[in-house]
């Protein structure tokens, strides 16, 4: 399967400021990587479609100017939470498609907004 | 389809024993599902997935059976170990639909030693 990384494993930053997550194909070119988010307890929640080149494809009730999202290459693509509240607190996840559909996981970031 | 709460299910087996997860999928358009094992703190693991044209699949120790007439699909375990601690999710998708899943709510699954 691909091996998908992203960084930072964890970050704290207080409100007001701004947050990049970098998710990354290691081994495979990803045309789409999608953007996740989970509470504790609870399941993935997909906030976006990020497609290589174009904008991404937000889903219902996600604020696209606050979560921004940027793929500029086949291997990378970046979330930038902005204006952090502290509600924004959670478990950011990536991932992207492999061969046949089956998608492949980043180890998430946790990010903790004071 | 996607569930959203506070409180997963969880499921307690002595080691050793088999273990059956199941899931309720809402979207009888679904045609390809994966179920993931999720870590404390980790992102989603591949585990097996199957395809709308089979009822049956087996990988290394787990098996996936799928009921479309219910839309319902299990997850087995075989002799688990202490490392299949974690909590498990049913994934679904329309695969000409945008390739996006959606996630089951999860169960906990705790070894006993």
């Known amino acids: 399967g691909a091996v998908v990384s992203q960084h930072p494993s964890r970050v704290i930053c207080k409100s007001g400021t701004s947050v990049k997550i970098e998710c990354r194909s290691l081994?495979?070119?990803?045309?789409?990587m999608f953007w996740y988010r989970q509470f504790p307890k609870q399941s993935l929640m997909l906030m976006a479609t990020?497609?290589?080149?174009?904008?991404?494809?937000?889903e219902q009730g996600v604020e696209k100017d606050k979560f921004l999202i940027n793929h500029a290459s086949l291997t990378l693509s970046t979330l930038t939470v902005t204006s952090a509240h502290p509600e924004d607190s959670s478990f950011y996840i990536c991932?992207?498609?492999?061969?046949?559909?089956?998608?492949?996981f980043g180890p998430g970031t946790r990010l903790t907004v004071t | 389809g996607e569930s959203v709460g506070l409180h997963l299910p969880t499921l307690s087996v002595q080691e050793g024993d088999n273990s059956i997860i199941n899931c309720a999928y809402s979207n009888s358009a679904s045609d390809y599902f994966i179920w993931y094992k999720q870590e404390s703190g980790k992102g989603p693991q591949f585990i097996i997935d199957?395809?709308?044209?089979?009822d049956k699949r087996q990988g290394q120790r787990v098996t996936v059976l799928l009921n479309k007439t219910v839309k319902h699909l299990s997850l087995q375990i075989a002799a688990t170990q202490p490392g299949d601690s974690a909590v498990y999710f049913c994934a679904e998708t329309y695969a000409q639909g945008a390739q996006k899943l959606v996630f089951g709510q999860g169960t906990r699954l705790t070894i006993n030693p």
């Open positions: 199957i395809r709308s044209n089979m």
């Open positions: 990020s497609n290589e080149g174009s904008k991404a494809t937000y």
């Open positions: 081994d495979f070119q990803a045309t789409t």
């Open positions: 991932g992207l498609t492999g061969q046949f559909y089956e998608q492949y």
